[in-house]
């Protein structure tokens, strides 16, 4: 699908995330994995823009399910980025890494993608994969539906965080970008991202909030794990 130039997604779109919340607030419940195709592969999974583990409940269970050793991020409510906050997630990645002897795959919702990117960067060493869905690494930062609620929330600028990033640059271990035409929030130009930016774009069909929980995003997500996992 050749994709538009960035723009934030239509009102039409924006207003139709609505309609995940209930899906996102529901009992989880363990939409298709491949199942047993996990072995025990060490994963922490990011939160968006003002969540928490609690969202990406419904993803690890499946993921757990099977077969994958998938965590949260343990720090609470994504407020948006702070000067130590890559610096603690990357020493929590090399701990998980270091307790399970293998390097870690990084599952990043929305902001959480882009803190995954940036630990990578920071430790490859303990990093596996990188996959982020419907996050915003590529192109202006201001192209999507949730910058003025960014700056309302912090003192900063979405494009000038209180840490050196160059957020569009490739880490340095395989990444995959995961997108969708439904997305409301961020457009499918600045989730794809550029050859260079990413290894690969894969086209998911759910809203933004459905990325973590709806059965298209979970189902896609694990499908990209089998292949990915298997050929490394």
């Not at 998938?70 to 929590?92: K, M, Y």
């Not at 990645?93 to 929305?110: E, H, M, N, T």
């Not at 457009?187 to 298209?216: I, K, N, Y």
């Amino acid at each position: 699908m050749e994709l538009l130039p960035a723009r934030a997604p239509s009102r039409r779109l924006y207003l139709a995330e609505l309609l995940e919340l209930p899906g996102l607030l529901a009992a989880p419940i363990l939409p298709p994995v491949p199942i047993e195709v996990g072995n025990g592969d060490a994963m922490m999974v990011l939160p968006g823009f003002l969540a928490s583990d609690l969202s990406t409940i419904r993803l690890r269970r499946s993921l757990r399910a099977a077969g994958y050793a998938a965590e949260g991020w343990g720090l609470g409510l994504n407020l948006g980025a702070r000067a130590e906050l890559i610096e603690r997630l990357s020493d929590r990645v090399r701990a998980v890494a270091a307790q399970s002897g293998r390097p870690v795959v990084l599952i990043g919702w929305s902001l959480g993608g882009i803190y995954a990117r940036e630990v990578a960067k920071l430790a490859p060493e303990a990093t596996r994969l990188v996959m982020t869905l419907g996050s915003p690494f590529s192109g202006d930062l201001r192209a999507n539906n949730a910058w003025r609620l960014y700056e309302l929330v912090n003192d900063h600028r979405v494009d000038a965080p209180p840490f050196e990033a160059d957020v569009a640059a490739k880490p340095p271990v395989r990444t995959i970008a995961l997108w969708s035409a439904h997305d409301g929030i961020i457009p499918p130009a600045c989730a794809a991202g550029q050859p260079g930016e990413r290894d690969a774009a894969v086209e998911v069909e759910c809203r933004h909030l459905g990325f973590a929980w709806a059965h298209s995003g979970i189902a896609a997500i694990g499908q990209v794990l089998a292949d990915e996992l298997r050929l490394s």
